[in-house]
């Protein structure tokens, strides 16, 4: 067997959880993806997956080359790429991560529109909070929101995450409106679930920046969940400007302390530095920066 053609179906039965939906992909058997898998499996001399009726799961060994697998069949993928670069031909998948409500919100309705400008282009779009290894987890590039760390990645800057306060018009009803950050503590807030404890909001007034410690009896780690709850009359939230924007415009929302900003979060696109852009990878920057830089 071809063990290019087999390190390629190894890598999607990984990636699609299972032999029947690889063989899907490849329009072969379930018994030919085994075949394939085997054949790399005796080459090696170690057994790559622990198989059971239900689903197959990595061994120690299959990990290590799952991650070999991928790096292999990117470099090959970049040798093709460099002769579309000639040609000018975006095509293929690109593996895409973006924090969730950035993704959900903004990113996914936008990225129709380049979907019908390069027809050949698939995107597959994770939707995750956590900080994902791009090399690691095969992701061609990652929008990545807060402070970076040194990586060696290249990052390019978009638009900062705007934050805001609002409340439900009910909820106001029957709390009051605070009109100053001082007010806040006196009042049901609801913040984003972090490791630390305590629960700080900073804000940008005319004298400078004001932090607020405030009561926070309901923490959840998702702005769409912290929406809902303020659409229920629940409480204050502080969320993306990105998440709120429909709510605020409809009344369902109302702004709190205008005068009073939260501090915009950095917000980066990331990819590799080490070898040339492919078409799709290039054309999905440009199509990055010119809606969402600045």
């Known amino acids: 067997m071809d063990r290019l053609q087999s390190m390629e179906i190894f890598v999607r039965v990984v990636d699609l959880g299972g032999f029947t939906a690889a063989a899907k992909e490849f329009d072969i058997s379930a018994t030919m993806v085994g075949k394939h898998v085997q054949a790399l499996e005796q080459r090696l ?46 095509r293929g998948e690109l ?17 129709t529109g380049f979907l019908q400008t390069f027809p050949e282009i698939n995107v597959a779009l994770h939707l995750n909070d956590r900080v994902v290894d791009l090399v690691e987890d095969g992701y061609d590039a990652v929008i990545r929101i807060g402070k970076l760390n040194d990586s060696g990645l290249i990052a390019r800057p978009l638009r900062p995450y705007r934050m805001l306060l609002c409340a439900s018009p009910a909820y106001l009803a029957r709390r009051g409106t605070p009109q100053l950050p001082t007010d806040l503590p ?109």
């Open 186 to 294: 006196h009042h049901e807030c609801m913040d984003f679930l972090r490791w630390e404890t305590e629960h700080t909001w900073r804000m940008f007034g005319e004298s400078g920046e004001i932090q607020v410690q405030v009561p926070a009896r309901l923490t959840i780690n998702n702005g769409q969940a912290l929406r809902n709850a303020a659409l229920a009359g629940f409480g204050i939230v502080m969320q993306s400007e990105a998440v709120l924007a429909d709510d605020l415009a409809c009344g369902r929302l109302v702004q709190l302390l205008p005068d009073f900003t939260p501090p915009a979060r950095p917000m980066h696109l990331i990819y590799q530095a080490d070898r040339q852009p492919t078409p799709k990878l290039s054309e999905f920057i440009n199509f990055m920066l010119a809606h969402f830089g600045g």
């Open 95 to 111: 593996r895409i991560s973006a924090p969730v409500s950035f993704g959900a919100n903004q990113l996914s309705p936008a990225l």
């Open 45 to 90: 001399g170690v057994r790559l997956l622990n198989r059971t009726t239900r689903r197959q799961g990595l061994t120690e060994a299959g990990r290590m080359y799952y991650q070999r697998c991928r790096q292999a069949l990117a470099e090959v993928e970049a040798a093709d790429a460099s002769v579309d670069i000639l040609r000018n031909a975006p």
